[in-house]
Every structure is written in C-alpha cells, then in structure tokens.
Nanobody
Framework: QVQLVESGGGLVQAGSSQRLSCEAS????????MAWFRQSPGKEREFVAA????????YTADSVKGRFIISRDNAKSTAYLQMNSLKPEDTGVYYC????????????????WGQGTQVTVSS
C-alpha cells in the first residue's frame, strides 16, 4: 500500500510560481508512474501532468503546457509539480497519484491518491 502526501499549496498572486511536492511511502516509488490532477469547485477532477517511473518521459495537459513541469526524485520518493505563470483558473485542489500502468492522463488508471493540497491564485 502506497501513501502519498502532498505539500506546497497556498495562496499566491497571478503570475507567480509555486512548487508542489508529493512524498510517497509504503511502496517502491521508482516502480510507479506519478501524476498530478486538480479539481476546482463544481468541476470534475482533471489531469495536469504525468511522469513515467524512470522520469525519462512526461505528459502534460494542454491547459498547462509551457507553464507547469512535472519531475521526480526517486532517491527521495518524491514527485514535484513546478507551476509558473499561475493564473486564477489554476485555482483548485491538487492531487498526486501513483499507478503501475504507465504514463496516462486517465484518472481510473491510478491506484493510489493523496489527500490533496489547495492552491489559490488571486488576480
């Protein structure tokens, strides 16, 4: 069983940057693909970015491409989401997820989820 804990959320101004972290425990972190999803009030949880187990390939949603970067440090069992040029529409609860079925933006393919961290971008 893998446990995931997100951190790094908070209130920021539009145009600024923020980095989220997702620390894993209880499993072999380096064997899982990792992903970030987000959910805004009244909306479905949507895919943001994913990275394969080795870190050698990533997949990013069009809505954040060029602004958000996913990375991982397998030695620290931690995944990151670097968010740049933040916009008010980036506001939401950000969740990290771990899965063993490869790189994907499909929510149901991820087996383990964190509790989420709130990101609020003010205009």
């Amino acid at each position: 069983q893998v446990q995931l804990v997100e951190s790094g959320g908070g209130l920021v101004q539009a145009g600024s940057s923020q980095r989220l972290s997702c620390e894993a425990s209880g499993g072999t972190f380096s064997s899982y693909a990792m992903a970030w999803f987000r959910q805004s009030p009244g909306k479905e949880r949507e895919f943001v970015a994913a990275i394969i187990s080795s870190g050698g390939r990533t997949y990013t949603a069009d809505s954040v491409k060029g602004r958000f970067i996913i990375s991982r440090d397998n030695a620290k069992s931690t995944a990151y989401l670097q968010m740049n040029s933040l916009k008010p529409e980036d506001t939401g609860v950000y969740y990290c997820a771990a899965g063993s079925r490869g790189l994907s933006g499909i929510r149901s393919l991820y087996d383990y989820w964190g509790q989420g961290t709130q990101v609020t971008v003010s205009s």
